[in-house]
């Protein structure tokens, strides 16, 4: 996700044409609808008829802005993610890879463990036999796109760190779910609240660390045969 802007084309949103602008309150009035409603009444439950009442616009206006009930929820779910205005994973001077992994993974647990965002995605669960568009909608947006975001910063930094990573998009799997640890199922199954920030930090940090160290490619094996030594070395047992 490349722009803040919140009025960008998410996945599974309609493009504008030609012609006037569509007004981006009314758009931004149909998002909030449409999030207060998947929490509210789930994303079954709701249609976009409710979408278009609670924003005070017409259904039609609602379906200018987005196809069908997919494209609003894959635009919901992005607009959240931007909204955390996550670090970006880039080749740019300054930190480095185990600094500029971890203070991504701090902030994206942080967002992922908030009390409304693990409804949300509990919310969507619940419906995702009776509804997987939906549901491919919801990963689309949000699991897909930082798995994706998290592949690419290790494929470029791969060659340079001297990382052994043959599949990046398996990697990426591999440390997110290192950062995030159960802190979700402990919340959707009501045993517990969201992590402290320091605890989220401390396991961030050594997860990132963990799996970097586990990917670096081995030094080369020593031959374990002592250096020759000269004809007059005073250790020469001759």
């Not at 902030?107 to 997987?132: K, S, Y």
């Not at 491919?136 to 796109?145: K, L, R």
């Not at 290192?178 to 050594?206: C, F, H, I, K, Y």
Request: aromatic share 4%; net charge neutral.
């Amino acid at each position: 996700m490349s722009t803040n802007s919140s009025d960008s084309i998410s996945p599974g949103v309609e493009k504008r044409g030609r012609g006037r602008p569509r007004d981006p309150e009314k758009r931004r009035a149909v998002l909030d609808a449409a999030a207060a409603l998947f929490l509210e009444r789930g994303v079954t439950a709701t249609t976009m008829e409710a979408v278009a009442e609670r924003a005070s616009v017409s259904k039609m206006t609602v379906y200018k802005h987005f196809s069908d009930k997919p494209a609003l929820l894959a635009a919901v779910f992005d607009r959240n993610l931007r909204a955390i205005e996550l670090p970006k994973l880039s080749e740019t001077e300054g930190a480095s890879p185990p600094d500029r992994l971890s203070e991504y993974g701090e902030r994206l647990v942080l967002f992922l463990t908030r009390p409304e965002i693990v409804r949300a995605a509990r919310i969507m669960a619940a419906g995702a036999d009776d509804h997987p568009e939906l549901a491919s909608a919801f990963f689309a947006a949000g699991p897909a796109a930082v798995l994706g975001r998290v592949a690419d910063y290790l494929a470029s930094i791969r060659e340079r760190e001297d990382l052994e990573i043959p599949d990046a998009p398996m990697a990426a799997e591999q440390l997110v779910s290192a950062w995030l640890g159960v802190d979700q199922l402990r919340q959707n199954l009501g045993v517990g609240g969201p992590p402290a920030p320091e605890t989220v930090s401390r396991r961030v940090r050594s997860a990132t660390e963990a799996l970097l160290r586990g990917w670096r490619a081995p030094a080369a094996p020593s031959t374990g045969r002592r250096p020759a030594l000269r004809a007059d070395d005073p250790r020469d047992p001759c």
